[in-house]
T-cell receptor
Framework: EAQVTQNPRYLITVTGKKLTVTCSQN?????MSWYRQDPGLGLRQIYY???????DKGDVPEGYKVSRKEKRNFPLILESPSPNQTSLYFC?????????FGPGTRLTVT | QQPVQSPQAVILREGEDAVINCSSS?????VHWYRQKHGEAPVFLMI?????EQKGHDKISASFNEKKQQSSLYLTASQLSYSGTYFC???????????FGTGTRLQVFP
């Protein structure tokens, strides 16, 4: 089944404790993205990657890192999480026409 | 820059029609439409490209006015399953970013 997977689905952590949210797709897509979703603000792009080893900032990259060492994986790294990064995070991969979203990761930073 | 969606919310009875609008101040290459049901990831509905090409579900219709940088999503004879939040996403000519609006919440009642 064609899909984007994310782990973990839910995460509660404390300020400053480094964490990684994994993302993997099995559709051989070159383009992958990370978004955060907050009430009233819609989906905001954090980082995107056009291909392996190529990443670029989206609209809200501060406090996040990404890496793209393999085509299928695109992990999101929070080196020192803060409460304002509490949000619902979506990974996505896309073709030229259609974007597929992962199931989401709900992160709470206390 | 985030596209502007209107209205912010719509309430319908089954069988009624609705139009959701999306506008941008930038020259657009494409407009995407997605629907997100509560607790789920956004799902692709349609893409409209500069030049008139469209790809998407047969039961969904939309338009793209390239001169005005506006798109409209037409929901006719609404069904209960149409309920959810609709997002438009826009791509500009000179970037690789897909930027989403803040969403339109649609509720359909029996």
């Amino acid at each position: 089944e064609a899909q984007v997977t994310q782990n973990p689905r839910y995460l509660i952590t404390v300020t400053g404790k480094k964490l990684t949210v994994t993302c993997s797709q099995n559709m051989n897509h070159e383009y992958m993205s990370w978004y955060r979703q907050d009430p009233g603000l819609g989906l905001r792009q954090i980082y995107y990657s056009m291909n392996v080893e190529v990443t670029d900032k989206g609209d809200v990259p501060e406090g996040y890192k990404v890496s793209r060492k393999e085509k299928r994986n695109f992990p999101l790294i929070l080196e020192s999480p803060s409460p304002n990064q509490t949000s619902l995070y979506f990974c996505a991969s896309r073709t030229a026409y259609e974007q597929y979203f992962g199931p989401g990761t709900r992160l709470t930073v206390t | 820059q985030q596209p502007v969606q209107s209205p912010q919310a719509v309430i319908l009875r089954e069988g009624e029609d609705a139009v959701i609008n999306c506008s941008s101040s930038k020259a657009l290459y494409s407009v995407h439409w997605y629907r997100q049901k509560h607790g789920e990831a956004p799902v692709f509905l349609m893409i409209l490209l500069k030049g008139g090409e469209q790809k998407g579900h047969d039961k969904i219709s939309a338009s793209f006015n390239e001169k005005k940088q506006q798109s409209s999503l037409y929901l006719t004879a609404s069904q209960l399953s149409y309920s959810g939040t609709y997002f438009c996403g826009t791509e500009q000519q000179d970037t690789d970013k897909l930027i989403f609006g803040t969403g339109t919440r649609l509720q359909v009642f029996p």
